[in-house]
């Protein structure tokens, strides 16, 4: 399979807040590769995987990191190609701390910023997959079945009613 996506997190701790990314590109058959890489504490091993994965023709970055996040933000400083931040709540702050290290980006280095944790884990494979689709109708495809899909769920829940004396 060819790798379309890559996903770095900051931590092994962070592991299970991605885990709704990796499981949404593995559904929509994406191509990926998931690197833990820390832009404070290896920063090198972040240049290396960055390199390997643009070499490898990668069209989207996912970066998430809890604390001054600036995984996401390093990434974009050099990536060709869009990055998705995912800020990650794992410090005293829960997570404001991320959430505005990650979204804060200097003009002309965007990072797109999804919500902390789960949901902008899912978010951000949702995006993913929608940058992939410009130039892959099958991954396109894939993508508007599934939100057919979380639709119908959500129009098939029925009206609750009680009363009250
Ligand atoms: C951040 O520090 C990581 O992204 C993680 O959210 C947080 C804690 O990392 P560990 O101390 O668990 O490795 O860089």
Same mark, same amino acid.
């Given at each position: 399979m060819t !790798? $379309?996506? +890559?996903? !770095?997190?900051?931590?092994?701790?962070?592991?299970?807040?991605?885990?709704?990314? =990796?499981?949404?590109?593995?559904?929509?058959? @994406?191509? &990926? $590769?998931?690197? =833990?890489?820390?832009?404070?504490?290896?920063?090198?091993? #972040?240049?290396? !995987?960055?390199?390997?994965? #643009?070499?490898?023709? %990668?069209?989207?970055?996912? &970066?998430?990191?809890? /604390?001054?996040? /600036?995984?996401?933000?390093? %990434?974009?400083a050099?990536?060709?190609?869009?990055v998705?931040?995912?800020?990650?709540?794992?410090?005293?702050?829960?997570?404001?701390?991320?959430?505005?290290?990650?979204?804060? *980006?200097?003009?002309? #280095?965007p990072? +797109?910023?999804?919500?902390?944790?789960? +949901?902008?884990?899912?978010?951000?494979?949702?995006?993913?997959a929608?940058?992939?689709? @410009?130039?892959?109708?099958?991954?396109?495809?894939?993508?508007?079945?599934?939100?057919? /899909? *979380?639709?119908?769920? #959500?129009?098939?829940?029925?009206t609750? =009613?009680?009363? =009250?004396?």
């Amino acid at each position: 399979m060819t !790798i $379309r996506a +890559a996903i !770095i997190m900051g931590s092994k701790s962070d592991a299970e807040q991605v885990q709704p990314a =990796v499981d949404l590109l593995k559904e929509l058959k @994406i191509g &990926c $590769r998931v690197d =833990v890489a820390s832009a404070h504490r290896t920063p090198d091993k #972040v240049e290396q !995987i960055m390199k390997d994965a #643009v070499e490898q023709g %990668v069209q989207v970055f996912i &970066c998430a990191a809890g /604390h001054a996040a /600036h995984l996401a933000g390093v %990434v974009a400083a050099r990536s060709p190609v869009p990055v998705i931040g995912i800020p990650i709540a794992s410090s005293d702050l829960d997570g404001m701390d991320s959430i505005l290290s990650t979204v804060m *980006m200097p003009p002309g #280095v965007p990072v +797109a910023t999804m919500a902390l944790g789960k +949901a902008g884990a899912k978010n951000a494979a949702v995006l993913a997959a929608q940058i992939i689709g @410009i130039s892959d109708a099958s991954v396109a495809q894939r993508l508007s079945d599934w939100r057919a /899909h *979380m639709g119908d769920q #959500v129009a098939a829940e029925p009206t609750q =009613v009680w009363e =009250v004396d």
